[in-house]
């Protein structure tokens, strides 16, 4: 059994991690699994880009494409010109796409597993000339939307998108519309199999007009427990140059302080309703200037990440972590953060529910509450004196999120397409 995953990039971003982390998985459960890529950033054998199935370069035809490519791109900026209310630091895609030479036909494979596709790398209609079974992982809400990744209150993608919010537009046949309407069409040829990671994302799917009615199975996704284990947390503490005497509330994503979505606001007005002396704040994922939010707690900024050995002792250095996230599907952070046997505190939005269970490994805020989120992050640094909330958290991913247990699943569901 061949399958052939299929992600923007290899390691950059949560969905790239999490897409190869269930390609290890498998892998390792027997599965024959390579991944291709419109950006390879590892030195991994079995990660193919695209531009191996690039042609010899020939000058005339370098700048035939080169002008075609040109005109696309002002096409495309024209398309998107009438929509300058479009809601700010809001992601959005269309349907533009990177030449893959062929290479969905030439390479070998039983099965596609689709992952996270955008910024301007898979042409899904594709899709449509591939005569074998197609998995799905989603990682947002981009494959049932017009073109917003994240859909917060709207329900438009339930009927049919167009007016869309996030674009500031009125206008019924907007690019929301055609984006959708494009999708649909492409979607009529070809007979997916939607994964979602949580419960949430997949009552969206099956709401959605568009992927409705694919069967939709949930299966989460993995980590590594070998890697993200608890460890000695003076040592952490000491290895980042902390105070042991001190308690520390961890907080980071990718652009964590420019990301609307990860919810930087939302902390900053949480921590105004914190008194509490000893805690202090290490913020990763961001080159800002700290000082200049003049936060009510001493800050501790550690930049990106990459390197995941570091990560997971961060995470052991840290006594709570918070997610003030606006949206979640399954958050990496919180099941790395669990894995660690450090408590959470998120809203209860989209798939934290799945993980945090309330006041045993963490506690779920009522959703962009923020007193309430404060209220959280001071009880779980009251009631883990004795590391129970340590133990839970370990113990609910061991149960459910560890390798072996989620590769059997995806290996059920490629098995059972074959």
Known sequence: MKVLFINTNDTSGGAARAAMRIMRGVQQNGVEAQMFVKDKYSKSLDVIPANEFAPSSNFIKDIFKWVVQKFKNRYHMYKWYPYKHTKQN??????????????????????????????????????????????????????????????????????????????????????????????????????????????WLAGCAKRSALLGRFPIHVIPNCIDTNLYKPIDKQHSLLHFGLNPNKQYLLFGAMHATKDPNKGFDVLMQTLSHINERSLELIVYGTTDDLSAYHLPLPIHSLEYIRDEEQMAMLFNAANVVVVPSLSENLSNTIMESLSCGTPVVAFNIGGNGDMIDHMRNGYLAKERDCRDMAKGIQWCMEHNAEGKLSKNAREKVMMNYTIPIVSEQYKQLYQSLL
């Open 90 to 199: 809001v992601f959005m895609s269309d349907l533009r796409h990177t030449d893959i030479y062929g290479a969905l036909q030439k390479l070998d494979y039983d099965i596609i597993h689709l992952h996270w596709i955008n910024n301007r790398f898979l042409d899904i209609s594709e899709l449509t000339r591939i005569n074998k079974p197609i998995v799905w992982t989603l990682h947002d809400s981009w494959p049932f939307c017009g073109v917003c990744h994240v859909q917060y209150d709207c329900n438009q993608y339930q009927i049919h998108c167009g007016a869309c919010p996030m674009l500031g537009s009125s206008r019924e046949h907007d690019l929301a519309y055609e984006v959708f309407e494009k999708k649909k069409a492409t979607y009529q040829d070809i007979n997916f199999h939607i994964v979602t990671p949580s419960q």
